[in-house]
């Protein structure tokens, strides 16, 4: 047992913020499972018996829910359903989720264009470099866009980009000006009390998310609240938005024809 518990803290997937005793009360527990499918292993299965020195052991994956990141499954699926339902010939993706990204392509050819491109290699999908503060196109050239859960980090610095407070505001023009008439716009980004969490991300309430895009018409949005216990929200009223902390919102914006 002593040899077992001077091991713990050197064992993979013991996170302690899972709090320390607890954390060794669980690390103990799978520790001895380990020792009992080893025995197993060598009256049933001896060819492929599992080894101290390669153990990996996970703490936390045993509940009663299958537990996901709610901002990045739910806004992802949600702008999968975009393209789907208005099936664009192309789609221009600005340094969104690459899970995004891999399932919107078998979608509908897509463009990714990231400050770092992603290694990246499927069927109707070129990944390619480009700044979202001058994207690589003419004005009003691209029938679909998006850039989802990106435009709150600008000019924070948290990727190494330069500081600027207006970061935000200018990323958004520049979405607003390669954005052809009559094209859509996929946007997302943090709701709720608006702030700036140095260096992390904006929160936006629903005011200031319209105010990003003045030229661009607001065609439908939803609501990822704060409360797990609730999915998409779509249409979710404005002061519901605001009274969020760190919740997700999702925003479809339209260009107007030019008259």
Not at 2 to 30: C, E, Q
Request: net charge neutral.
């Amino acid at each position: 047992m002593k040899f077992l518990t001077s091991s713990i803290k050197s064992v993979p997937g013991v996170h302690w913020g899972y709090g320390l005793a607890r954390g060794k009360i669980a690390w103990l527990k799978v520790a001895r499972e380990f020792f009992h499918f080893r025995a197993q292993s060598l009256s049933e299965r001896q060819e492929l018996l599992p080894l101290w020195q390669e153990r990996q052991f996970f703490l936390e994956n045993r509940t009663s829910h299958t537990p996901f990141d709610r901002h990045y499954v739910y806004h992802t699926a949600w702008a999968v359903r975009q393209l789907l339902r208005h099936s664009p010939r192309e789609h221009v993706d600005v340094a969104s989720s690459l899970y995004f990204v891999a399932l919107g392509s078998a979608v509908v050819p897509m463009r990714h264009l990231d400050y770092r491109p992603p290694l990246l290699m499927l069927d109707d999908l070129a990944c390619d470099a480009g700044d979202l503060m001058s994207l690589p196109f003419t004005d009003d050239s691209v029938e679909s866009l998006s850039c989802m859960h990106v435009i709150e980090h600008v000019g924070l610095a948290r990727y190494g980009d330069r500081l600027d407070p207006s970061g935000d505001i200018k990323a958004a023009k520049e979405l607003s000006r390669v954005l052809a008439p009559d094209g859509r716009l996929l946007f997302v980004a943090p709701v709720g009390r608006r702030r700036v969490c140095f260096n992390a991300h904006r929160v936006y309430d629903f005011d200031s998310v319209r105010s990003l895009f003045p030229g661009l018409q607001l065609a439908e949005w939803a609501l990822i609240p704060d409360d797990p216990s609730r999915g998409l929200i779509p249409e979710a009223p404005p002061e519901l938005i605001n009274a969020q902390e760190y919740a997700c919102g999702c925003f479809a914006f339209h260009k107007p024809l030019i008259a």
